[in-house]
């Protein structure tokens, strides 16, 4: 078994927190084990938490179909979630269930070592912050912006169940990730520092 099996297995018989008792499956990363991009979700709904897969369901149908528009598939990328299990009626995971979940992110960032990390939504944003230590704003006011944490680039976005919530942002998520698909192709030709010069990005420096 290879690492990221070896993470999956684990986090698949995972009782750190009390989302074990209600899950059906734990829901583990998913996608190329060598990308450069990696995207951060919420926590898994009910289709998700079915199948045993991130994004199956309608956010996860949005989000494919605006890859696609920015030459992307999932099979580029590395999709994985704040949280692993599914939290009950709907809700958000709480803090509690992002910090135990946690050690799993800061793993998958360990094994991957993603050039651009894309946390979409605020739970992402917060786990992200907990496990590379970290602060930034929401993601109404870091939507889009592109920070510099050492060997990252990090460009927080809306989760696709923003998007689905509400419509007109979607040109701007669409936006987002084509300037994300480029810079990821990019990075992979020239190494992230000629990335940044060359291409004059605004960055934050954390
Ligand atoms: S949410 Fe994370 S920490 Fe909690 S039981 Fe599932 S895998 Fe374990």
Redesign the pocket.
């Known amino acids: 078994m290879d690492e990221f099996g070896q993470l999956c297995y ?3 018989n ?7 008792y209600s ?1 059906r499956r ?1 829901v583990c990363g998913f996608g190329d084990q060598n990308a450069n991009i990696m995207i951060i979700g919420e ?1 898994p709904g009910t289709k998700e938490d079915i199948e045993g897969l991130p994004f199956v369901g309608r956010s996860g149908a949005l989000l494919d179909r605006v890859l696609a528009q920015c030459g992307l598939s999932r099979k580029d990328l590395y999709i994985t979630n704040s ?3 599914k939290p009950p009626f709907g809700k958000a ?1 709480r803090s509690e ?1 992002i910090k ?2 946690s ?2 992110l800061a793993r998958e960032i360990t094994l991957l070592k993603p050039a651009v990390i894309v946390p979409m939504g605020n739970t992402a944003i917060s786990a992200l912050c907990a496990v590379l230590k970290f602060r930034t704003g929401k993601v109404t006011e870091m939507n889009g912006k592109i920070l510099r944490l050492g060997e990252y680039l990090i460009i927080p976005q809306f989760h696709p169940a923003a998007i689905l919530r509400s419509p007109k942002r979607e040109e701007v998520f669409r936006e987002n990730f084509h300037r994300i698909a480029s810079i990821g192709r990019e990075i992979k030709d020239k190494g992230i520092e000629q990335v940044v010069s060359t291409r004059g990005l605004e960055l934050v420096n954390l």
């Open positions: 684990e986090i698949s995972c009782k750190n927190c009390d989302l074990s899950r734990s926590a949280v692993r299990c995971p269930h135990a979940c050690s799993y």
